[in-house]
């Protein structure tokens, strides 16, 4: 065989191992979604929150640990990373650390959206550099014990939103969740529309989640979850979640994709 044919059978195994190791990433399914992690020092609580044009997203992307903080993965998912990723946060490693070790053998890094922050609030985020056009808008932002993220947004509008209302909330670290997911529903959301909705957290030296609520199939699936949250006796709630229900924003937009 001469090298011109050996060189040429070479190229075709990359590019057919570069398709096979993508295809792998794109079969596992698109969590195109926003989603909030946060910490509360003082009580010793941690969670998440998240909502999604995706059936049951709250038990794909959310994952908290007491004691040891919280976790999201979304867009092209690692589900199966979460217990790695708060073992890791466990063993003290640092958010950046356990990010890079999570995508360290990875096949497809640049389209993974990845948040994560530990009780003394630390963080750090790893966003889809390479998201396809129809994940757009994707961004995040953090601030003092929290990180939100989200990717097929109708724009940026929506991450603002739920970082001024975690910032600006009263309430229990369930009552600061809720009410930045409501926040990023109210500003425009997933622009494929609204499915599934959920949050989780975990109080100072609890097994397993103390609240787990999940809307999984809904046409409007953060107010639905909004209202369950509202009218629920759990104690998680604070003062913001004791308050008579009412509609947060009735008058919000329709998601429409960004052009």
């Known amino acids: 065989m001469n090298r011109m044919v050996m060189f040429g059978c070479g190229l075709l195994l990359c590019l057919s191992l570069f398709a096979s190791s993508e295809a792998v990433a794109l079969n596992q399914g698109i969590i195109a979604t926003f989603s909030i992690a946060s910490v509360d020092p003082e009580t010793g609580q941690c969670g998440a929150a998240v909502a999604s044009k995706f059936p049951a997203v709250g038990k794909v992307v959310a994952h908290a640990r007491s004691g040891v903080g919280a976790y999201c993965t979304q867009h092209?998912?690692?589900?199966?990373?979460?217990?790695?990723?708060?073992d890791l946060l466990a063993d003290k490693k640092t958010p950046e650390e356990t990010i890079a070790e999570i995508l360290r053998t990875d096949k497809a890094p640049g389209l993974r959206q990845l948040a994560i922050i530990d009780m003394k609030g630390q963080s750090a985020q790893?966003?889809?550099?390479?998201?396809?056009?129809?994940?757009?808008?994707?961004?995040?932002?953090?601030?003092?014990?929290?990180?939100?993220?989200?990717?097929?947004?109708?724009?940026?509008?929506?991450?603002?939103?739920?970082?001024?209302?975690?910032?600006?909330?009263?309430?229990?670290?369930?009552?600061?969740?809720?009410?930045?997911l409501v926040a990023g529903d109210c500003a425009g959301g997933d622009h494929r529309g609204r499915l599934a909705a959920g949050i989780r957290v975990c109080k100072k030296d609890g097994d397993g989640y103390w609240l787990d609520l999940h809307v999984d199939k809904s046409d409007d699936a953060v107010i639905e979850l909004h209202k369950n949250y509202v009218e629920s006796d759990h104690a998680a709630r604070g003062d913001w979640g004791k308050r008579p229900y009412a509609h947060p924003c009735p008058n919000r937009p329709v998601p429409k994709r960004p052009q």
């Open 126 to 180: 790893h966003h889809p550099v390479n998201a396809p056009a129809g994940s757009n808008y994707w961004g995040g932002m953090s601030g003092r014990f929290y990180v939100c993220q989200g990717n097929t947004l109708t724009g940026r509008e929506v991450i603002v939103a739920m970082g001024k209302a975690y910032e600006e909330t009263k309430g229990s670290l369930a009552d600061r969740l809720m009410a930045a």
């Open 76 to 86: 092209y998912d690692i589900r199966a990373s979460a217990p790695r990723a708060l």
